[in-house]
């Protein structure tokens, strides 16, 4: 029987373990519009490089992420820090989700689909060839349903130049530091 409880106030037990503490019984959700329902994170720190030809998107699969809904009207944040080794600005990250490219932009967000080169998020900084890129980002993305869906990344290369995850491009010395990549996915109730 479904029905409307209206209060202003919800408080624990006094006689409780912790009378400070509210819980939802395991399998059951508080659906409270705002409130972050999910996360679900992938960390890759593992060493790899990619080679291909110049001006071709190749799949990073170190963070491929596939996401269930708990809710069928959420929004998902989409937060990522990828650690890319490059010769000089020969390499972009493409947020990658369900098969279309979306990419966030100064003004907010842009949604781009297939392979367009204006759908690409760039590194922050002038590195040299010595140091890594950090390419990070956020996507808010409204799914609607409760079928699952992949967030991954391609990488675009400029040139022919071998690109490194993790690490930088002109050295594999771990004595100087290797990074880790990361996404974060955060399901937001509406």
Do not use: C, W
Request: charged share 10%; glycine share 8%; no cysteine.
């Amino acid at each position: 029987m479904a029905g409307t409880l209206s209060v202003q106030t919800i408080q624990g037990l006094a006689t409780a373990p912790d009378p400070t503490t509210v819980s939802i019984a395991s399998g059951h959700i508080l659906h409270a519009p705002g409130h972050v329902i999910q996360v679900v994170q992938t960390i890759d720190d593992s060493i790899d490089s990619y080679s291909g030809a110049a001006n071709s998107f190749l799949n990073y699969t170190g963070l491929d992420t596939t996401i269930t809904p708990v809710a069928s009207d959420s929004k998902f944040l989409i937060q990522f820090d990828i650690k890319l080794g490059a010769y000089q600005y020969s390499r972009r990250v493409v947020l990658d989700i369900d098969g279309t490219y979306h990419f966030v932009n100064a003004n907010g967000g842009a949604t781009f689909a297939g392979s367009t080169m204006s759908g690409y998020i760039s590194a922050t900084g002038s590195l040299s060839d010595a140091s890594y890129f950090s390419h990070h980002g956020r996507y808010l993305y409204a799914h609607s349903g409760s079928a699952s869906f992949s967030v991954g990344f391609d990488i675009y290369k400029q040139d022919a130049n071998v690109i490194y995850v993790n690490r930088a491009y002109s050295y594999a010395d771990a004595a100087r530091g290797y990074a880790a990549s990361e996404l974060t996915v955060m399901e937001i109730a509406q």
